[in-house]
């Protein structure tokens, strides 16, 4: 009678997002330089070989893990629109509140996600398309500020970009512990 196989690690139900959480909290543990696939797969319970299933090198479960940064950013731009329909300096309150959240809550997802970490070539797709539907969300909230007349009747994508370096800038000077947050 065949040994029968008791070894579940093989076999797992979502092993791409069960790497990319294992992945995450390994970055925001130990950064990008302790964040290899070796201990993704460790760390979500798999063998070493398995994260090569969806990543092909490192570089690839970083891209993917940025992705799911920005998806989430995307997400939370959009949520400000819905919970104020009508209010666009409430959106871009909220959205400011939301990045600044982001990047003190995880900063190290932050620096994955803005830092200069991911190189061009290494940028999929698909982290191409959710990082520029997080930025659309912020232009769609600078445009309802226009179209109410709050905002400067000036290049749009200008007006977003200065919200978001201003922005930014706060938020890493918080990271850096050169502010505190006042809640």
């Known amino acids: 009678m065949p040994e029968e196989h008791t070894d579940t690690s093989y076999h797992h139900g979502d092993l791409r997002n069960a790497l990319l959480e294992a992945a995450e909290s390994l970055l925001e543990e130990k950064g ?15 063998s070493h070989a398995a994260p090569y299933r969806h990543f092909r ?18 997400a939370a731009m959009g949520q400000c629109i819905t919970d ?19 990047a003190t809550d995880h900063p190290q997802m932050t620096h994955l996600m803005f830092g200069g970490v991911i190189q061009p070539q290494h940028w999929t797709a698909g982290l191409k398309f959710d990082s520029e539907r997080a ?3 912020l232009l769609r909230i600078v445009r309802n500020g226009q179209a109410a007349g709050l905002y400067i009747d000036k290049d749009t994508h200008d007006i977003a970009l200065l919200a978001w370096s201003t922005v930014h800038g706060f938020a890493l000077l918080c990271t850096a512990g050169h502010l505190s947050l006042i809640a």
């Open 32 to 46: 990008v330089a302790g964040t290899s696939l070796r201990e993704v797969a460790k760390a979500a319970g798999v």
């Open 84 to 102: 104020h329909p009508g209010d666009p300096l409430a959106q871009l309150r909220q959205a400011s509140h939301a990045y600044v959240s982001l």
């Open 57 to 74: 090198d490192k570089n690839a479960l970083l891209a993917g893990l940025a992705q799911v940064g920005f998806e989430r950013l995307a």
């Open 135 to 137: 930025f659309e969300g």
